[in-house]
């Protein structure tokens, strides 16, 4: 079992920046391929970015590329995503989530934190 817990985010101004962090816990969560989700009021949850944790590989959503950076702590037990020249359309839940490999789905995720982008 896997345990996420997100901290950071918050109210932000609009061209603003912020920084998320996940801290994973339980077995071998260092191991796991990591991502992050976000979930507008009246969307559906959708990808944000993603880091395995052998070869480093990342990958985005076309939405925040050139944005936003994932990126694992040393220790790789935390993930971070900085989030740069945020967007009012930015404004959501952003939830850590973790799988077993890059084949499988994801299935361990934190409780979501909010970020709130404002003009």
């Known amino acids: 079992q896997v345990q996420l817990v997100e901290s950071g985010g918050g109210l932000v101004q609009a061209g603003g920046s912020t920084r998320l962090s996940c801290a994973a816990s339980g077995r071998t969560a260092s191991s796991f391929p990591m991502g992050w989700f976000r979930q507008a009021p009246g969307k559906e949850r959708e990808f944000v970015a993603g880091i395995m944790s052998s070869d480093g590989m990342i990958y985005y959503a076309d939405s925040v590329k050139g944005r936003f950076t994932i990126s694992r702590g040393n220790s790789k037990n935390t993930v971070y995503l900085q989030m740069n020249s945020l967007k009012l359309e930015d404004t959501a839940v952003y939830y850590c989530?973790?799988?077993?490999?890059?084949?499988?789905?994801?299935?361990?995720w934190g409780q979501g934190t909010q970020v709130t982008v404002s003009s």
């Open positions: 989530a973790a799988r077993d490999s890059y084949y499988a789905a994801y299935s361990y």
